[in-house]
């Protein structure tokens, strides 16, 4: 289970590092880091830590697929790790 939150720990930290490069490259007129990346990103554990970091630094607020998406994707996760730590890996 201690590898499941270092896991987690390192995904957040992941996202928030990928969102505020996305945010910085925006604002530069860089290259992007692609939608389905970040999706991607959420998906593996990372959507509190971007949820938050895109609020924060207004990026992607406007979009419905990150405003609605990921909140979605982090719900689902939550459900996962609850049934993870109440039934352990076994119901996966």
């Known amino acids: 289970m ?3 939150y270092i ?3 390192i995904i957040n ?3 928030v590092i990928v969102t505020v490069h996305d ?3 925006a604002e530069k007129g860089n290259w992007r880091v692609k939608e389905s ?3 991607l990103i959420s998906a593996l554990g990372g959507a509190p ?3 938050l970091s ?3 630094i207004s990026h992607k607020t406007r979009k419905p697929l990150f405003m609605i998406g990921i909140p979605l994707v982090y719900v689902l996760e939550l459900v996962v790790l609850f049934l993870v730590l109440r039934y352990g890996f076994k119901i996966l």
């Open 2 to 4: 201690k590898y499941l």
């Open 54 to 56: 895109m609020l924060i």
């Open 49 to 51: 830590a971007m949820y």
């Open 37 to 39: 990346t970040l999706m």
């Open 13 to 15: 930290i992941i996202a």
């Open 7 to 9: 896991y987690l720990i």
């Open 23 to 25: 945010k910085r490259a």
